[in-house]
């Protein structure tokens, strides 16, 4: 079974224009300001998206192995397919928290953990200034368990539920 959504606005990527700050006598390395801004608009999106992967048959956060196929439709041709690869990854992520309640990453809750893609087979980076956006297909591997019992019975499903 395959899941189909779409992230509108201008892809970023993550590591492009990093910044360094100092926290006391520690230094941590930022995302990029463009891949944070990014990042929080796609967020917005989220619930969205998530009802729409529901909608489709699946149960979030999606669990097993996964395979994602992304294309990156970018406002100019800048940045790498890695770089846009990862910041997606880190978007479909399920939130989660420190030792001590702090939130140690955020996401979307579209999978578990970006530990669970073994493939980004048929990823693209093409450029569409008039309709910046990032249309992604998530497909389980054989035998994995989150679907609502539809995987085995009826096999690949596409469903375009693009959010508008």
Not at 12 to 33: D, E
Not at 63 to 74: L, M, W
Not at 96 to 118: C, Y
Not at 137 to 158: K, N, P, V
Request: aromatic fraction near 8%.
């Amino acid at each position: 079974m395959s899941l189909h959504f779409t992230i509108l606005g201008a892809p970023r990527t993550k590591k492009t224009s990093q910044r360094i700050v100092h926290v006391g006598a520690f230094v941590k390395v930022l995302p990029s300001k463009q891949y944070e801004e990014w990042f929080k608009n796609s967020m917005r999106q989220a619930p969205l998206i998530r009802r729409s992967l529901e909608e489709q048959g699946g149960s979030l956060p999606l669990t097993g192995e996964i395979h994602v196929q992304a294309t990156f439709y970018r406002d100019a041709a800048r940045g790498d397919l890695l770089g846009y690869a990862q910041g997606l990854a880190d978007y479909l992520q399920e939130p989660a928290l420190s030792r001590t309640g702090k939130p140690r990453r955020k996401g979307a809750g579209v999978i578990l953990d970006d530990a669970q893609i073994v493939s980004w087979d048929g990823t693209r980076a093409l450029v569409d200034r008039a309709n910046p956006r990032i249309e992604v297909e998530i497909t389980a591997e054989r035998g994995t368990a989150w679907l609502w019992g539809q995987e085995q019975q009826q096999g690949d499903i596409h469903a375009n539920a693009d959010i508008a």
